[in-house]
């Protein structure tokens, strides 16, 4: 089941959709914003909920999910909720106020703006410090057009900038978003 109201100046619609298929759309008075709710995922797919892992791990890969488009999207609030405990709730805000908000307060010491301008590209977001060094590429965020992508390429030049910096096994953290012309990429065929 899946609801989602659209707001226009306090109006919007709620759409009910169950087994693929609109069962009703009304209209309802709302707060400014899109609101998402989905319940029993999965339900009539036993063979999509065999593949699903305990409740924890398919906490953890959405709430993974849920912070790219947090980090991507800093200028709009989100509040996420799961088991009705608050997991996020942020207000519109700049990127470094939205990764200390994610992160907390120590990040926004280890982080290094940048802003670099080529041509028709444009990177913009922080790296880390070496005080701020993980274990895993866990808390590595690529976008392209603020759209996030996984680029062998792209990383492997990113953490080679930190070679001699850092033991093997250890990793930076950085946010970082490539802007360049629509024309140059596609993203069925790229990342």
């Known amino acids: 089941n899946a609801k989602s109201s659209i707001d226009n100046k306090g109006e919007g619609n709620e759409i009910v959709i169950k087994d693929g298929k609109i069962e009703s759309i009304k209209p309802i008075s709302t707060l400014k914003g899109t609101m998402i709710t989905i319940n029993n995922l999965f339900y009539n797919l036993p063979a999509r909920r065999k593949f ?95 759209r996030f992508v996984q680029d062998r390429l792209i990383k492997s030049s990113i953490n080679k900038s930190y070679l001699n910096l850092l033991d093997r096994g250890e990793f930076s953290v950085y946010f970082l978003n490539i802007e360049m012309p629509l024309d140059l990429i596609d993203f069925n065929v790229h990342p």
């Open 52 to 146: 699903l892992k305990n409740d924890t791990t398919e906490f953890r890969k959405i709430t993974s999910i849920i912070r790219r488009f947090l980090i991507s999207n800093p200028e709009i609030g989100f509040k996420y909720i799961n088991k009705e405990k608050i997991i996020y709730n942020l207000n519109p805000e700049s990127l470094i106020d939205r990764l200390d908000s994610i992160y907390g307060k120590s990040i926004k010491e280890s982080l290094l703006k940048v802003e670099y301008k080529r041509n028709q590209y444009n990177i913009k977001g922080y790296i880390s410090n070496l005080s701020l060094i993980k274990k895993r590429p866990t808390e590595q965020y690529l976008y392209i057009n603020n």
